[in-house]
């Protein structure tokens, strides 16, 4: 599994972004069967879950502190990911990675055994 993230970049407080997670599976291995899931990583420290959804996708667990202003959703048919970032703050800075993991829903990193590069989002206030 290979995960390509884009659309971070910089953006003024209160702006919105939207990140983008692209899936490329060897082929037998369904895009469905994996979950795929937003964490960020701020420098020297770990990387924290943003935006989980559960196996079937009916619930998305969110960070409190990004709960209402970030949405996540995802296309099948695309083997796509999205994370869409409004009213963005600064302390929302950091590096981005999508995640993806076969073993069900998880908040923690050790959850996923598929990462992308990670994108930078820089806030400035």
């Known amino acids: 599994v290979q995960l390509v993230e884009f659309g971070g970049g910089l953006v003024q407080a209160g702006g919105s972004l939207r990140l983008s997670c692209v899936a490329s599976?060897?082929?037998?291995?369904?895009?469905?069967?994996?979950?795929l899931g937003w964490f960020r990583q701020y420098p020297g420290k770990e990387r924290e879950y943003v935006a989980v959804p559960t196996w079937s996708g009916e619930k998305i667990y969110y960070k409190d502190s990004v709960k209402d202003r970030f949405t996540f959703s995802r296309d099948n048919s695309k083997s796509t990911v999205y994370l869409q970032m409004d009213s963005l703050k600064p302390e929302d800075a950091a590096v981005y990675y999508c995640?993806?993991?076969?073993?069900?829903?998880?908040?923690?990193?050790?959850?996923?055994?598929?990462w992308g590069q990670g994108t930078q989002v820089t806030v400035s206030s």
């Open positions: 995640a993806a993991g076969e073993r069900g829903t998880s908040q923690t990193q050790q959850g996923y055994d598929y």
């Open positions: 599976i060897d082929p037998g291995r369904p895009f469905m069967r994996y979950v």
